[in-house]
């Protein structure tokens, strides 16, 4: 085994592999470094915690950002090894362009975007926790993540139907309420895509409050647009949902039917007669 393939599986593993003691211990590791990142952002926020203890967060941040970009750099060294027919250059564009490759990037890019343009973006490495997805190899962990994928993999036609009646509907309901309440309340209504902001929030049956008809006619309208929100949200969520039992009903038989086929193998028949021998 050459160098590159003992770091590969250090930081990673090919899919159907036996993971190795000392890949469980770096996934482990990277796991307390998301962990302590996280937790020091949120620490931050706090402005007393941030006056005393300002030059420990600041190490936190040096060294966790140091490490989170070192594994980058190996990850993408080591990326033809994890897609072997994509060719050398092709294997890193692969895995820069891959989503854990994308949230890699992004939990150190804020570290270093405020060194070439002002701007603090330190919030986004908050979505390194998604390591935490494929660190802990757990299968009961990836199984449900890949149902979740699959069934909205599955419902994509009817999802993008329903959000396209709901992109309509708002539309609609914003263009007749801006109509109907812009004269008697211009500062509220001013214009479709402002009110487009009181259709959300009465589709969706918030209702911050902020923003209300006072009309009769607006009323009327709000009142039936309030109605069809409360359907129009259960729609995706009925689909979601039917799929979701669908998929672990599914699931269930196929686990049922495994077990019957171990266990019919566990047992040797006769060829001529078909009936059971004893072992």
Not at 212 to 218: D, K
């Amino acid at each position: 085994m050459t160098f590159k393939e003992k770091v590969f599986y250090l930081i990673d593993n090919l899919q159907g592999t036996r993971e190795h003691l000392w890949n469980r211990r770096v996934n482990g590791f990277l796991v307390l470094l998301i962990v302590l990142s996280i937790t020091s952002i949120i620490l931050e926020s706090f402005p007393t915690l941030m006056a005393n203890y300002s030059p420990i967060f600041r190490t936190i941040e040096v060294v966790t950002v140091a490490i989170f970009s070192l594994e980058y750099i190996l990850r993408l060294w080591t990326a033809d090894i994890k897609y072997p027919n994509a060719g050398r250059i092709g294997s890193r564009l692969k895995f820069m362009l891959s989503w854990m490759g994308l949230v890699d990037m992004l939990a150190v890019l804020p570290f270093y975007l405020p060194y070439i343009i002002l701007v603090d973006l330190r919030f986004v490495r908050i979505l390194r926790i998604m390591r935490l997805l494929s660190i802990f190899k757990l299968k009961r962990y990836s199984k449900a993540f890949m149902m979740v994928s699959e069934v909205f993999s599955k419902k994509q036609s009817e999802l993008s139907i329903a959000a396209f009646i709901t992109l309509v509907l708002l539309l609609f309901s914003s263009t007749i309420m801006y109509h109907v309440e812009h004269e008697v309340q211009p500062d509220k209504f001013p214009d479709i895509i402002s009110t487009l902001w009181w259709a959300v929030a009465t589709l969706t049956t918030v209702g911050y409050g902020d923003v209300y008809p006072i009309t009769g006619w607006g009323k009327l309208v709000a009142g039936v647009i309030s109605l069809l929100g409360i359907g129009l949200v259960a729609l995706p969520t009925g689909i979601i949902s039917a799929a979701f039992v669908e998929e672990l009903s599914n699931a269930r038989q196929a686990k049922e039917e495994e077990a019957k086929s171990a266990a019919a193998d566990t047992y040797a028949y006769c060829p001529h007669c078909g009936k059971q021998l004893p072992h």
